[in-house]
């Protein structure tokens, strides 16, 4: 399939891409990696009028510290996850999850910003944001704000962006020596979108956990944090009866949605393993 | 010390050694030209319209806005291409009793399944056809759906061919021996119900066509993305009643087919239409969407099976009931029903029972089509008789390998027919079964299996033995009235610089036939390689013949170009003999020079040979005219079919708490008769055992209940991808065909026979432990959960 003619527009700054969404509103898109946007487009299930391109502004590239935390340009690309010496050391739960995300061609071209823009809840990367008690900077029309991704994540590929914003980068606050982080998924086939998937990162006093952040990936229409999970496990050890807890406090957690090949009870069965597993792995990294 | 010479160590000796294909350079620095590729000077470009719903009735279709865009050059609907092209039905004369409704390129008043064709754009560019899509208005009236196999049967349901009493497309029975009997006075008998989804072929390049009509010289050409090229250029003539002389298809190279490019399919039907109505090459490329929506399905079959055996684990007699859905039609012209068919009589096939009876039911339903697929109903005729093998054994309390051996047709006891009526020539189980227990290390595995079950780790091993059915002859189509050649021809000539071009029906997809076909040409005329040049795939310039499906390239390509090549040397060796003043049996060629048979002294380059006779013709003796063109066609006689056989075993963990299965090792003994080029096999074993192993894994076009396929994107449909396929052990025996001078049988389907079977006894076997069994394929991580109960 082909797609609708539209027209594209090469912005050079922030400024000139909010204006240029303005002009046109609803009817204009911003491509950046184009991995999701570009498939949809072929298919026709968007057919926007203009292609706002915003992978020429500099602005919205690179990788820095700022404060507490690591400030991750929108354009960051997938594979730059893997290969960035400050996100392996300040933010080494993304760079464990970007080999999961799809393959190499797509992870060439995706962008992390891109990728918690869409909220496609199947995907690593916005999940990883609320395990990592990441920020969002959005620009607007009406200026630019930072918003936690607790806040960000509204329903089914809902955000909190409104109509013309961007997001311009991702906070995450630096690893420390005395955290830990577990992630992996549940795929058919290595790339796949996964069945379940999960990241954590909790921070430790030897064996006892003084704080932990769970988010699952394709369990339901957002990206979810297990909060129930989460309060069996704060301020215990990590025993064989605590990961017991945890993995029953996820019926709680998680409203897996029908689906015909994997049925609601099998998908929250599987989350269950996975936690298990990751908590298990989180205790031997002591 | 050096080896003892074979023949492999005589001069240009190709046959049975490993040689590169001569077009792989080509195709891997992208100067490979497929139809895709082809831009024709006024090509216009079809979109179609699909059909949302699965049943329902045309009311009406509004094409005015489509038909006013800037850019349409035509829209046509089904009543517009009825005018000029006649319906055809997929049945034919030796299917008794089957029926199937007439088809036209696109529908009347009623359609069949989702995603059917509906109305076709042509336009200057794709895009502009889809935007013209858009601006269609169908009016459709939903009628009842038909999706599974039991509300086909259901009588009184709905009908989906109105008129007709039932949705049965055909029935067939076998019954032979005394099946009753032997079960009554059976010491012990088992018995499953097994599920086989549908899956399709996927292949890299999708269907594509260009029909190009010349109203001036009332010339239709057509260049199509297709294994069969004669076969179409005789359906386009005749349903477009075009003279078959004036109808050429070009088959140009093809990005893999696996039976799936042989079918007619409505969109190519209706573009050869769209041609002759604009008087322009039109172009339509199918992308994946579309593929999966229309390109034939395969499988879909529910068996029940049951198996009696005696005491000491003989096997006595089976009991089958097949029944499969195809789809709203029969596919043309080799209908959708060869599936079960072969899935009836190829049941049991390895083993020495004469009691078996079998039944299939062929059962219309709202989906696309199923047809011929890569080893056609061999995967669910391996399966149930492997598992039901395997239960048995569980049963009488012997090894796997060991009731095997007990109940193969031995290896000198041929020939042999079957419980099923199939005349076997020469086939090599036993062989197969010793050599696949000593290169899986099989007393080893097992010994770890129990160690690791110890550790809570699950693994399985399998085996699955396997018949597979090649070289068909007349019996497979042409006795039923299909004009489906099993006849190859193949030209061959000497070119005035002394090499040779070798013009050749059997067609090319990938999987190495100009390669095979060069390397036996070479052999048999005594010159390098390089100096034999194949064409294929172009009904003006090759001879006419059945061209590649049912792994006929080999055995009867071969032969025909062995035959062809063999007279060709006939005739240059009399040119040779008259120069030489020699007797030509004297003469022998090798490497592209006449020499001496006795003492191999060169004595005149064919060069020279073929100079004279084109060239200076006057200085040869009065009288002679040289023939350095040679036609030649072969088709097999003698027995019906060459059956291959083979054996398979897979290794492999289940993770128990996840249901998700990882193959460790999958192995096959193959014979395949006489191995031309080993490293082509083993690529088409390999190919086929992972096409194989995504059946039993991952592939199935899953179905809403109303009749919506739910995952036609190859981000749903799950094909084997390289990090999950395991690593392939192959070993060869040959048991060449007395058939045919060449004695090769063919190997395409072989993998993909038996992969499926194995995978499912070795996750059988990991299972062991739970008491759980698993009867359905694809085999997927919510099957093996819920046969563990853990959700």
């Known amino acids: 399939m082909k797609a609708r003619a539209f027209s594209y ?278 | ?80 291409l009825a005018k000029i092209c006649t319906p055809w039905t997929g049945t034919l004369d030796h299917f008794k009793g089957m029926t199937s409704s007439p088809q036209l390129p696109l529908p009347l008043d009623r359609v069949v399944w989702a995603g059917q064709a509906v109305v076709a754009v042509v336009a200057e560019s794709r895009a502009i056809a889809e935007d013209a899509l858009e601006l269609i208005e169908v009016d459709y009236e939903d009628l009842p759906v038909v999706v599974d196999i039991d509300g086909a049967r259901e009588a009184g349901g709905p009908l989906i061919n109105p008129g007709s009493a ?6 067939s029975q076998l019954d032979n021996g005394t099946v009753d009997d032997a079960f009554a006075h059976a010491a012990h008998v088992v018995e499953e119900e097994f599920s086989f989804g549908r899956h399709t072929a996927v292949t890299l390049e999708p269907r594509a066509i260009v029909a190009d009509y010349d109203p001036a010289a009332g010339m239709l050409t057509v260049h199509h993305a297709t294994q069969t090229p004669y076969q179409f250029q005789d359906l386009y003539s005749r349903h477009y009643g075009i003279p078959e002389a004036r109808v050429r298809v070009i088959a140009t190279d093809i990005g893999g087919s696996f039976g799936m490019k042989l079918h007619v399919y409505h969109e190519d039907m209706a573009v050869v239409g769209l041609s002759i109505l604009l008087g322009r090459p039109v172009k339509y490329v199918a992308d994946r969407i579309e593929s999966f929506v229309s390109d034939i399905h395969a499988r879909d079959h529910r068996v029940r099976a049951r198996m009696a055996l005696d005491a000491k684990g003989e096997i006595l007699a089976m009991d ?220 003006e310039v090759t001879p006419h013949g059945g061209a590649t499906w049912a792994c006929r390239g080999a055995g009867i390509g071969g032969e025909t170009a062995l035959r062809a090549a063999r007279a060709l040397k006939r005739n240059i060796l009399e040119i040779a003999a008259l120069i030489l003043q020699e007797q030509p049996s004297a003469l022998d060629i090798i490497d592209g020079e006449v020499v001496d048979a006795a003492t191999r002294q060169q004595r005149l380059p064919i060069a020279e040979i073929a100079r004279i006779a084109y060239f200076r013709s006057d200085t040869l003796p009065p009288g002679t005219q040289a023939q350095l063109t040679v036609g030649h066609h072969f088709a097999p006689q003698g027995y019906p079919f060459a059956f291959t056989n083979g054996i398979q075993g897979c290794s492999m963990e289940v993770d128990v708490e996840t249901g998700f299965i990882k193959v460790l090792k999958h192995f096959i003994v193959e014979d395949c008769g006489r191995v031309i080029n080993p490293m082509l096999v083993d690529e088409q074993l390999r190919g086929g055992i992972v096409q194989g192993l995504g059946a039993a894994l991952f592939e199935e076009c899953r179905y809403s209940e109303t009749g919506q396929l739910v995952n036609g994107s190859l981000a749903d449909y799950l094909v084997p991808m390289p990090m999950e396929m395991p690593d392939i052990v192959i070993a060869h025996v040959e048991t060449p065909t007395a058939d045919t001078e060449l004695g090769a049988k063919g190997c395409g389907e072989a993998g993909t026979a038996a992969a499926s079977a194995c995978v499912l006894n070795a996750v059988n076997d990991a299972l062991t432990p739970f008491g759980a069994t698993i009867n359905s394929i694809p085999i997927t991580p919510a099957k093996v959960l819920k046969a563990l109960k853990r959700f």
Do not use: W
Request: hydrophobic share 45%; aromatic share 6%; charged share 20%.
């Open chain 1, 9 to 286: 527009f090469r912005a050079a700054t922030i400024e000139q891409a909010l204006d240029a969404h303005a002009l046109v509103g609803d009817d204009a898109r911003f491509i950046a990696g184009g991995q999701s946007l570009v498939p949809a487009l072929s298919l026709r299930l968007q057919a926007p009028r203009l292609l706002i391109d915003i992978t020429h502004i500099g602005e919205l590239r690179g990788v820095r510290r700022e404060g507490g935390f690591l400030r991750i340009g929108a354009l960051t690309r997938h594979c730059e996850m893997l290969s960035e010496p400050l996100i392996a050391e300040f933010a080494p739960l993304l760079q464990a999850a970007a080999p999961f995300v799809a393959h190499p061609a797509i992870r060439n071209r995706g962008t992390f910003g891109g990728s918690v823009a869409l909220a496609d809840p199947a995907s690593e990367f916005p999940a990883m944001t609320l395990a990592l008690d990441a920020e969002i900077e959005i620009a607007g029309p009406s200026g630019s704000r930072r918003i936690k991704a607790d806040d960000f994540f509204i329903d089914l590929f809902e955000t909190a962006l409104q109509p013309g914003e961007l997001i311009t980068a991702i906070y995450v606050p630096l690893f420390k020596a005395d955290q830990r982080f577990a992630f992996d998924e549940m795929a058919r086939r290595r790339g796949d979108y996964a069945l379940v998937g999960c990241g954590m990162l909790a921070t430790c006093a030897g064996d006892r956990i003084n704080d932990i952040r769970i988010s699952f990936f394709s369990v339901g229409n957002t990206p979810t944090r297990v909060k129930g999970a989460e309060a069996t496990l704060i301020g215990s050890s990590l025993n064989s009866e605590r990961i017991a807890a945890a993995q029953a406090a996820l019926e709680g957690d998680l409203a897996p949605p029908e689906n015909d090949e994997v049925p609601p009870a099998m998908r929250l069965h599987l989350a269950r393993v996975l936690l298990g597993r990751l908590l298990g792995r989180l205790g031997e990294s002591a």
């Open chain 2, 1 to 80: 010390m050096s080896a003892p010479l074979t023949s492999l160590d005589r001069p240009n000796s190709y046959i049975g050694r490993s040689v590169p294909r001569p077009n792989a350079k080509r195709l891997l620095a992208g100067r490979g030209r497929y139809v895709s590729d082809l831009k024709l000077p006024r090509m216009l470009y079809a979109a179609f319209l699909r059909s949302p719903h699965a049943h329902a009735k045309i009311i009406s279709i509004d094409i005015e806005r489509a038909r006013a865009l800037e850019g349409v050059h035509l829209v046509a609907t089904g009543a517009d």
């Open chain 2, 166 to 171: 039932n949705n049965i497309c055909f029935r």
């Open chain 2, 320 to 539: 089958v009931l097949d029944l499969t859905a195809i789809g709203a039609f029969s596919t043309y012209p080799r209908t959708s029903v060869v599936e079960g068919n072969q899935v009836i009589r190829l049941i049991g096939a390895p083993y020495r029972f004469k009691n078996y009876r079998a039944s299939l039911e062929v059962i219309f339903q709202n989906k696309v089509q199923t047809s011929q697929y890569r080893a056609v109903g061999h995967p669910i005729a391996c399966a149930v008789t492997e598992r039901l093998v395997d239960m048995a054994a569980a049963k009488v309390g012997l090894d796997p390998f060991a009731i095997r051996a007990q109940n193969v047709i031995a290896d000198d006891a041929y020939p042999q027919t079957s419980p099923t009526g199939y005349r076997f020539e020469a086939l090599s189980h036993q062989a197969c079964l010793k050599r696949l227990h000593e290169m899986m290390d099989y007393d080893a595995l097992r010994a770890e299996q129990a160690e690791l079950r110890k550790r809570g780790v699950y693994r399985g091993i399998g085996i699955a033995a396997f018949v597979e059915i090649t070289n068909p002859s007349p019996a497979f189509y042409g006795v039923g009235g299909a004009r489906i050649s099993s006849q190859d021809g193949a030209i061959v000539s000497l070119t005035p610089s002394g090499e040779v071009r070798c013009l050749i029906s059997v067609t090319e997809q990938g999987q190495g036939t100009e390669a095979i076909i060069s390397q036996i040409v070479a052999d048999q005329l005594g010159l390098a390689q390089e100096h034999v040049k194949v064409v294929t795939g172009d009904t």
